[in-house]
């Protein structure tokens, strides 16, 4: 797992975010979840650390989930995707599979910035032919209640939910 606040448990308690919930799932076969996700972490920090993170942990697959913080920082689009795709290329590289995991903006950042943002996850997937998980928090986004008090990250409720949105692109990936 290499992502952001969203996938490193952020406010959630230990044993109980998504990432936990997604180990658990795998409990009996060969897959073992490491999370290398990063509270705060862009684009930029997950390029300068993905090839140290391949070469320690040699994974199968990578879920990919960075750019949020980009977004929400008004980071130019050009370098989050370009960032994205390095990324990618790096995995490939590598002999890594990559699901990568899509993100929307809130929309006080404007309908221009906030629509290109979105756009940028699946035309990454459909460039690079992955499999994709459109957004992380589908369904449930717009609820307040599945949200800590930030108002950006999920409560420990919503964790079983961010999985169940993860688990539809991960899973065929594991036949």
């Not at 959630?12 to 936990?20: A, F, N, Q, Y």
């Not at 409560?155 to 539809?168: G, M, R, T």
Request: proline share 7%; hydrophobic share 40%; glycine share 10%.
């Amino acid at each position: 797992m290499f992502g952001d606040s969203l996938s490193a448990g952020y406010g959630i308690p230990t044993g109980k975010s998504w990432v936990d919930l997604l180990q658990q799932k795998l409990e009996k076969t060969h897959y073992q979840v490491v999370n290398a996700s990063i509270s705060g972490e862009t684009t930029s920090g997950g390029l300068s650390r993905i090839i140290p993170a391949l070469e320690k942990f040699a994974p199968e697959i990578v879920i990919l989930e960075l750019g949020a913080n980009d977004g929400l920082r008004g980071e130019p689009l050009s370098i989050t995707e370009s960032n994205l795709e390095a990324i990618v290329a790096a995995c490939r590289k590598h002999k890594v599979r990559v699901l990568l995991v899509g993100m929307r903006l809130p929309p006080n950042y404007g309908r221009k910035y906030t629509e290109a943002f979105g756009r940028i996850y699946p035309e990454i997937a459909r460039r690079n032919r992955l499999p994709f998980v459109p957004f992380m928090l589908e369904g449930f986004a717009g609820n307040p209640v599945d949200f800590q008090a930030d108002g950006l990250h999920p409560s420990e409720k919503a964790q079983s939910k961010v999985l169940a949105n993860i688990w539809k692109g991960l899973e065929p990936m594991l036949h």
